[in-house]
């Protein structure tokens, strides 16, 4: 019997979004071609808001900060995000995930505790994720990968064309700031505007302003969600001793 693994979607889910309807998909993509069985469960970001809830996220072998935000939650989006990252949790998170992994990162690592998502706090003083100058709606990008990092072990090779369907980045004001700690830019568009980041220290922690899911096929799944499977495999193996 294919060995099982246990996804944690953080996010709210609603079958009306195509690509969160690949993000389902393309887990299975991965698991069938890595000869794995998949179990995801999508965890509805209010629920996350509970520290007691949060220690359901264990049962997970991995986590994936999903797209489709603003969140009905933005403290329990950021509560789970901030369990992967401190827990040693393999997570991969795409648009939203990328964004709201950044606040996390920006609030309780680099100590801007008001950093803020434009989108779900227009006013806020500290914009840590901005609009963008050029909108990326439903257009494709050629990023540029660094050598050695996960992004780059994952696609064997050093540039890749993604599919975006986002309003909201980086905020180029902050983006010396975001290496000042562990963090790393390992993916950038053409201008050099960031589009991947990863932790080094971090068994597996990559997030991607892009939608690598939809770009998934039961034939050919995508290699960041290949690697991912495989980390959480491994990180399942090691806790189960």
Known sequence: MDRTIKVGIIGDFNPGLGFHNATNE???????ALSLAVHFKWLPTKSLEDQSEQKKLEQFDALWGSPGSPYN???GALQGIRFAREMGWPFIGSRGGFQHALV?????VLGIRDAEHEEAAPGGSTLFISEL???LVGK????????DSIAHRAYGKREAMEQFFCNYGLNPVFRNEVTKGKLSITG???????RIVELSDHPFYVATLFL???ASRPEGPH????AYLKAAAAFQARRNG
């Open 140 to 147: 494709t990008q050629e990023i540029k990968i660094t050598p």
């Open 73 to 75: 939650s933005m403290d």
């Open 26 to 32: 393309a887990l299975k993509h991965a698991a069938k």
């Open 104 to 108: 996390e990162y920006a609030r309780n």
């Open 212 to 214: 690598p899911q939809v």
């Open 223 to 226: 290699p960041l969600m290949l």
């Open 133 to 135: 100058a050029c909108a």
């Open 188 to 194: 950038v568009d053409p201008e050099g505007e960031v």
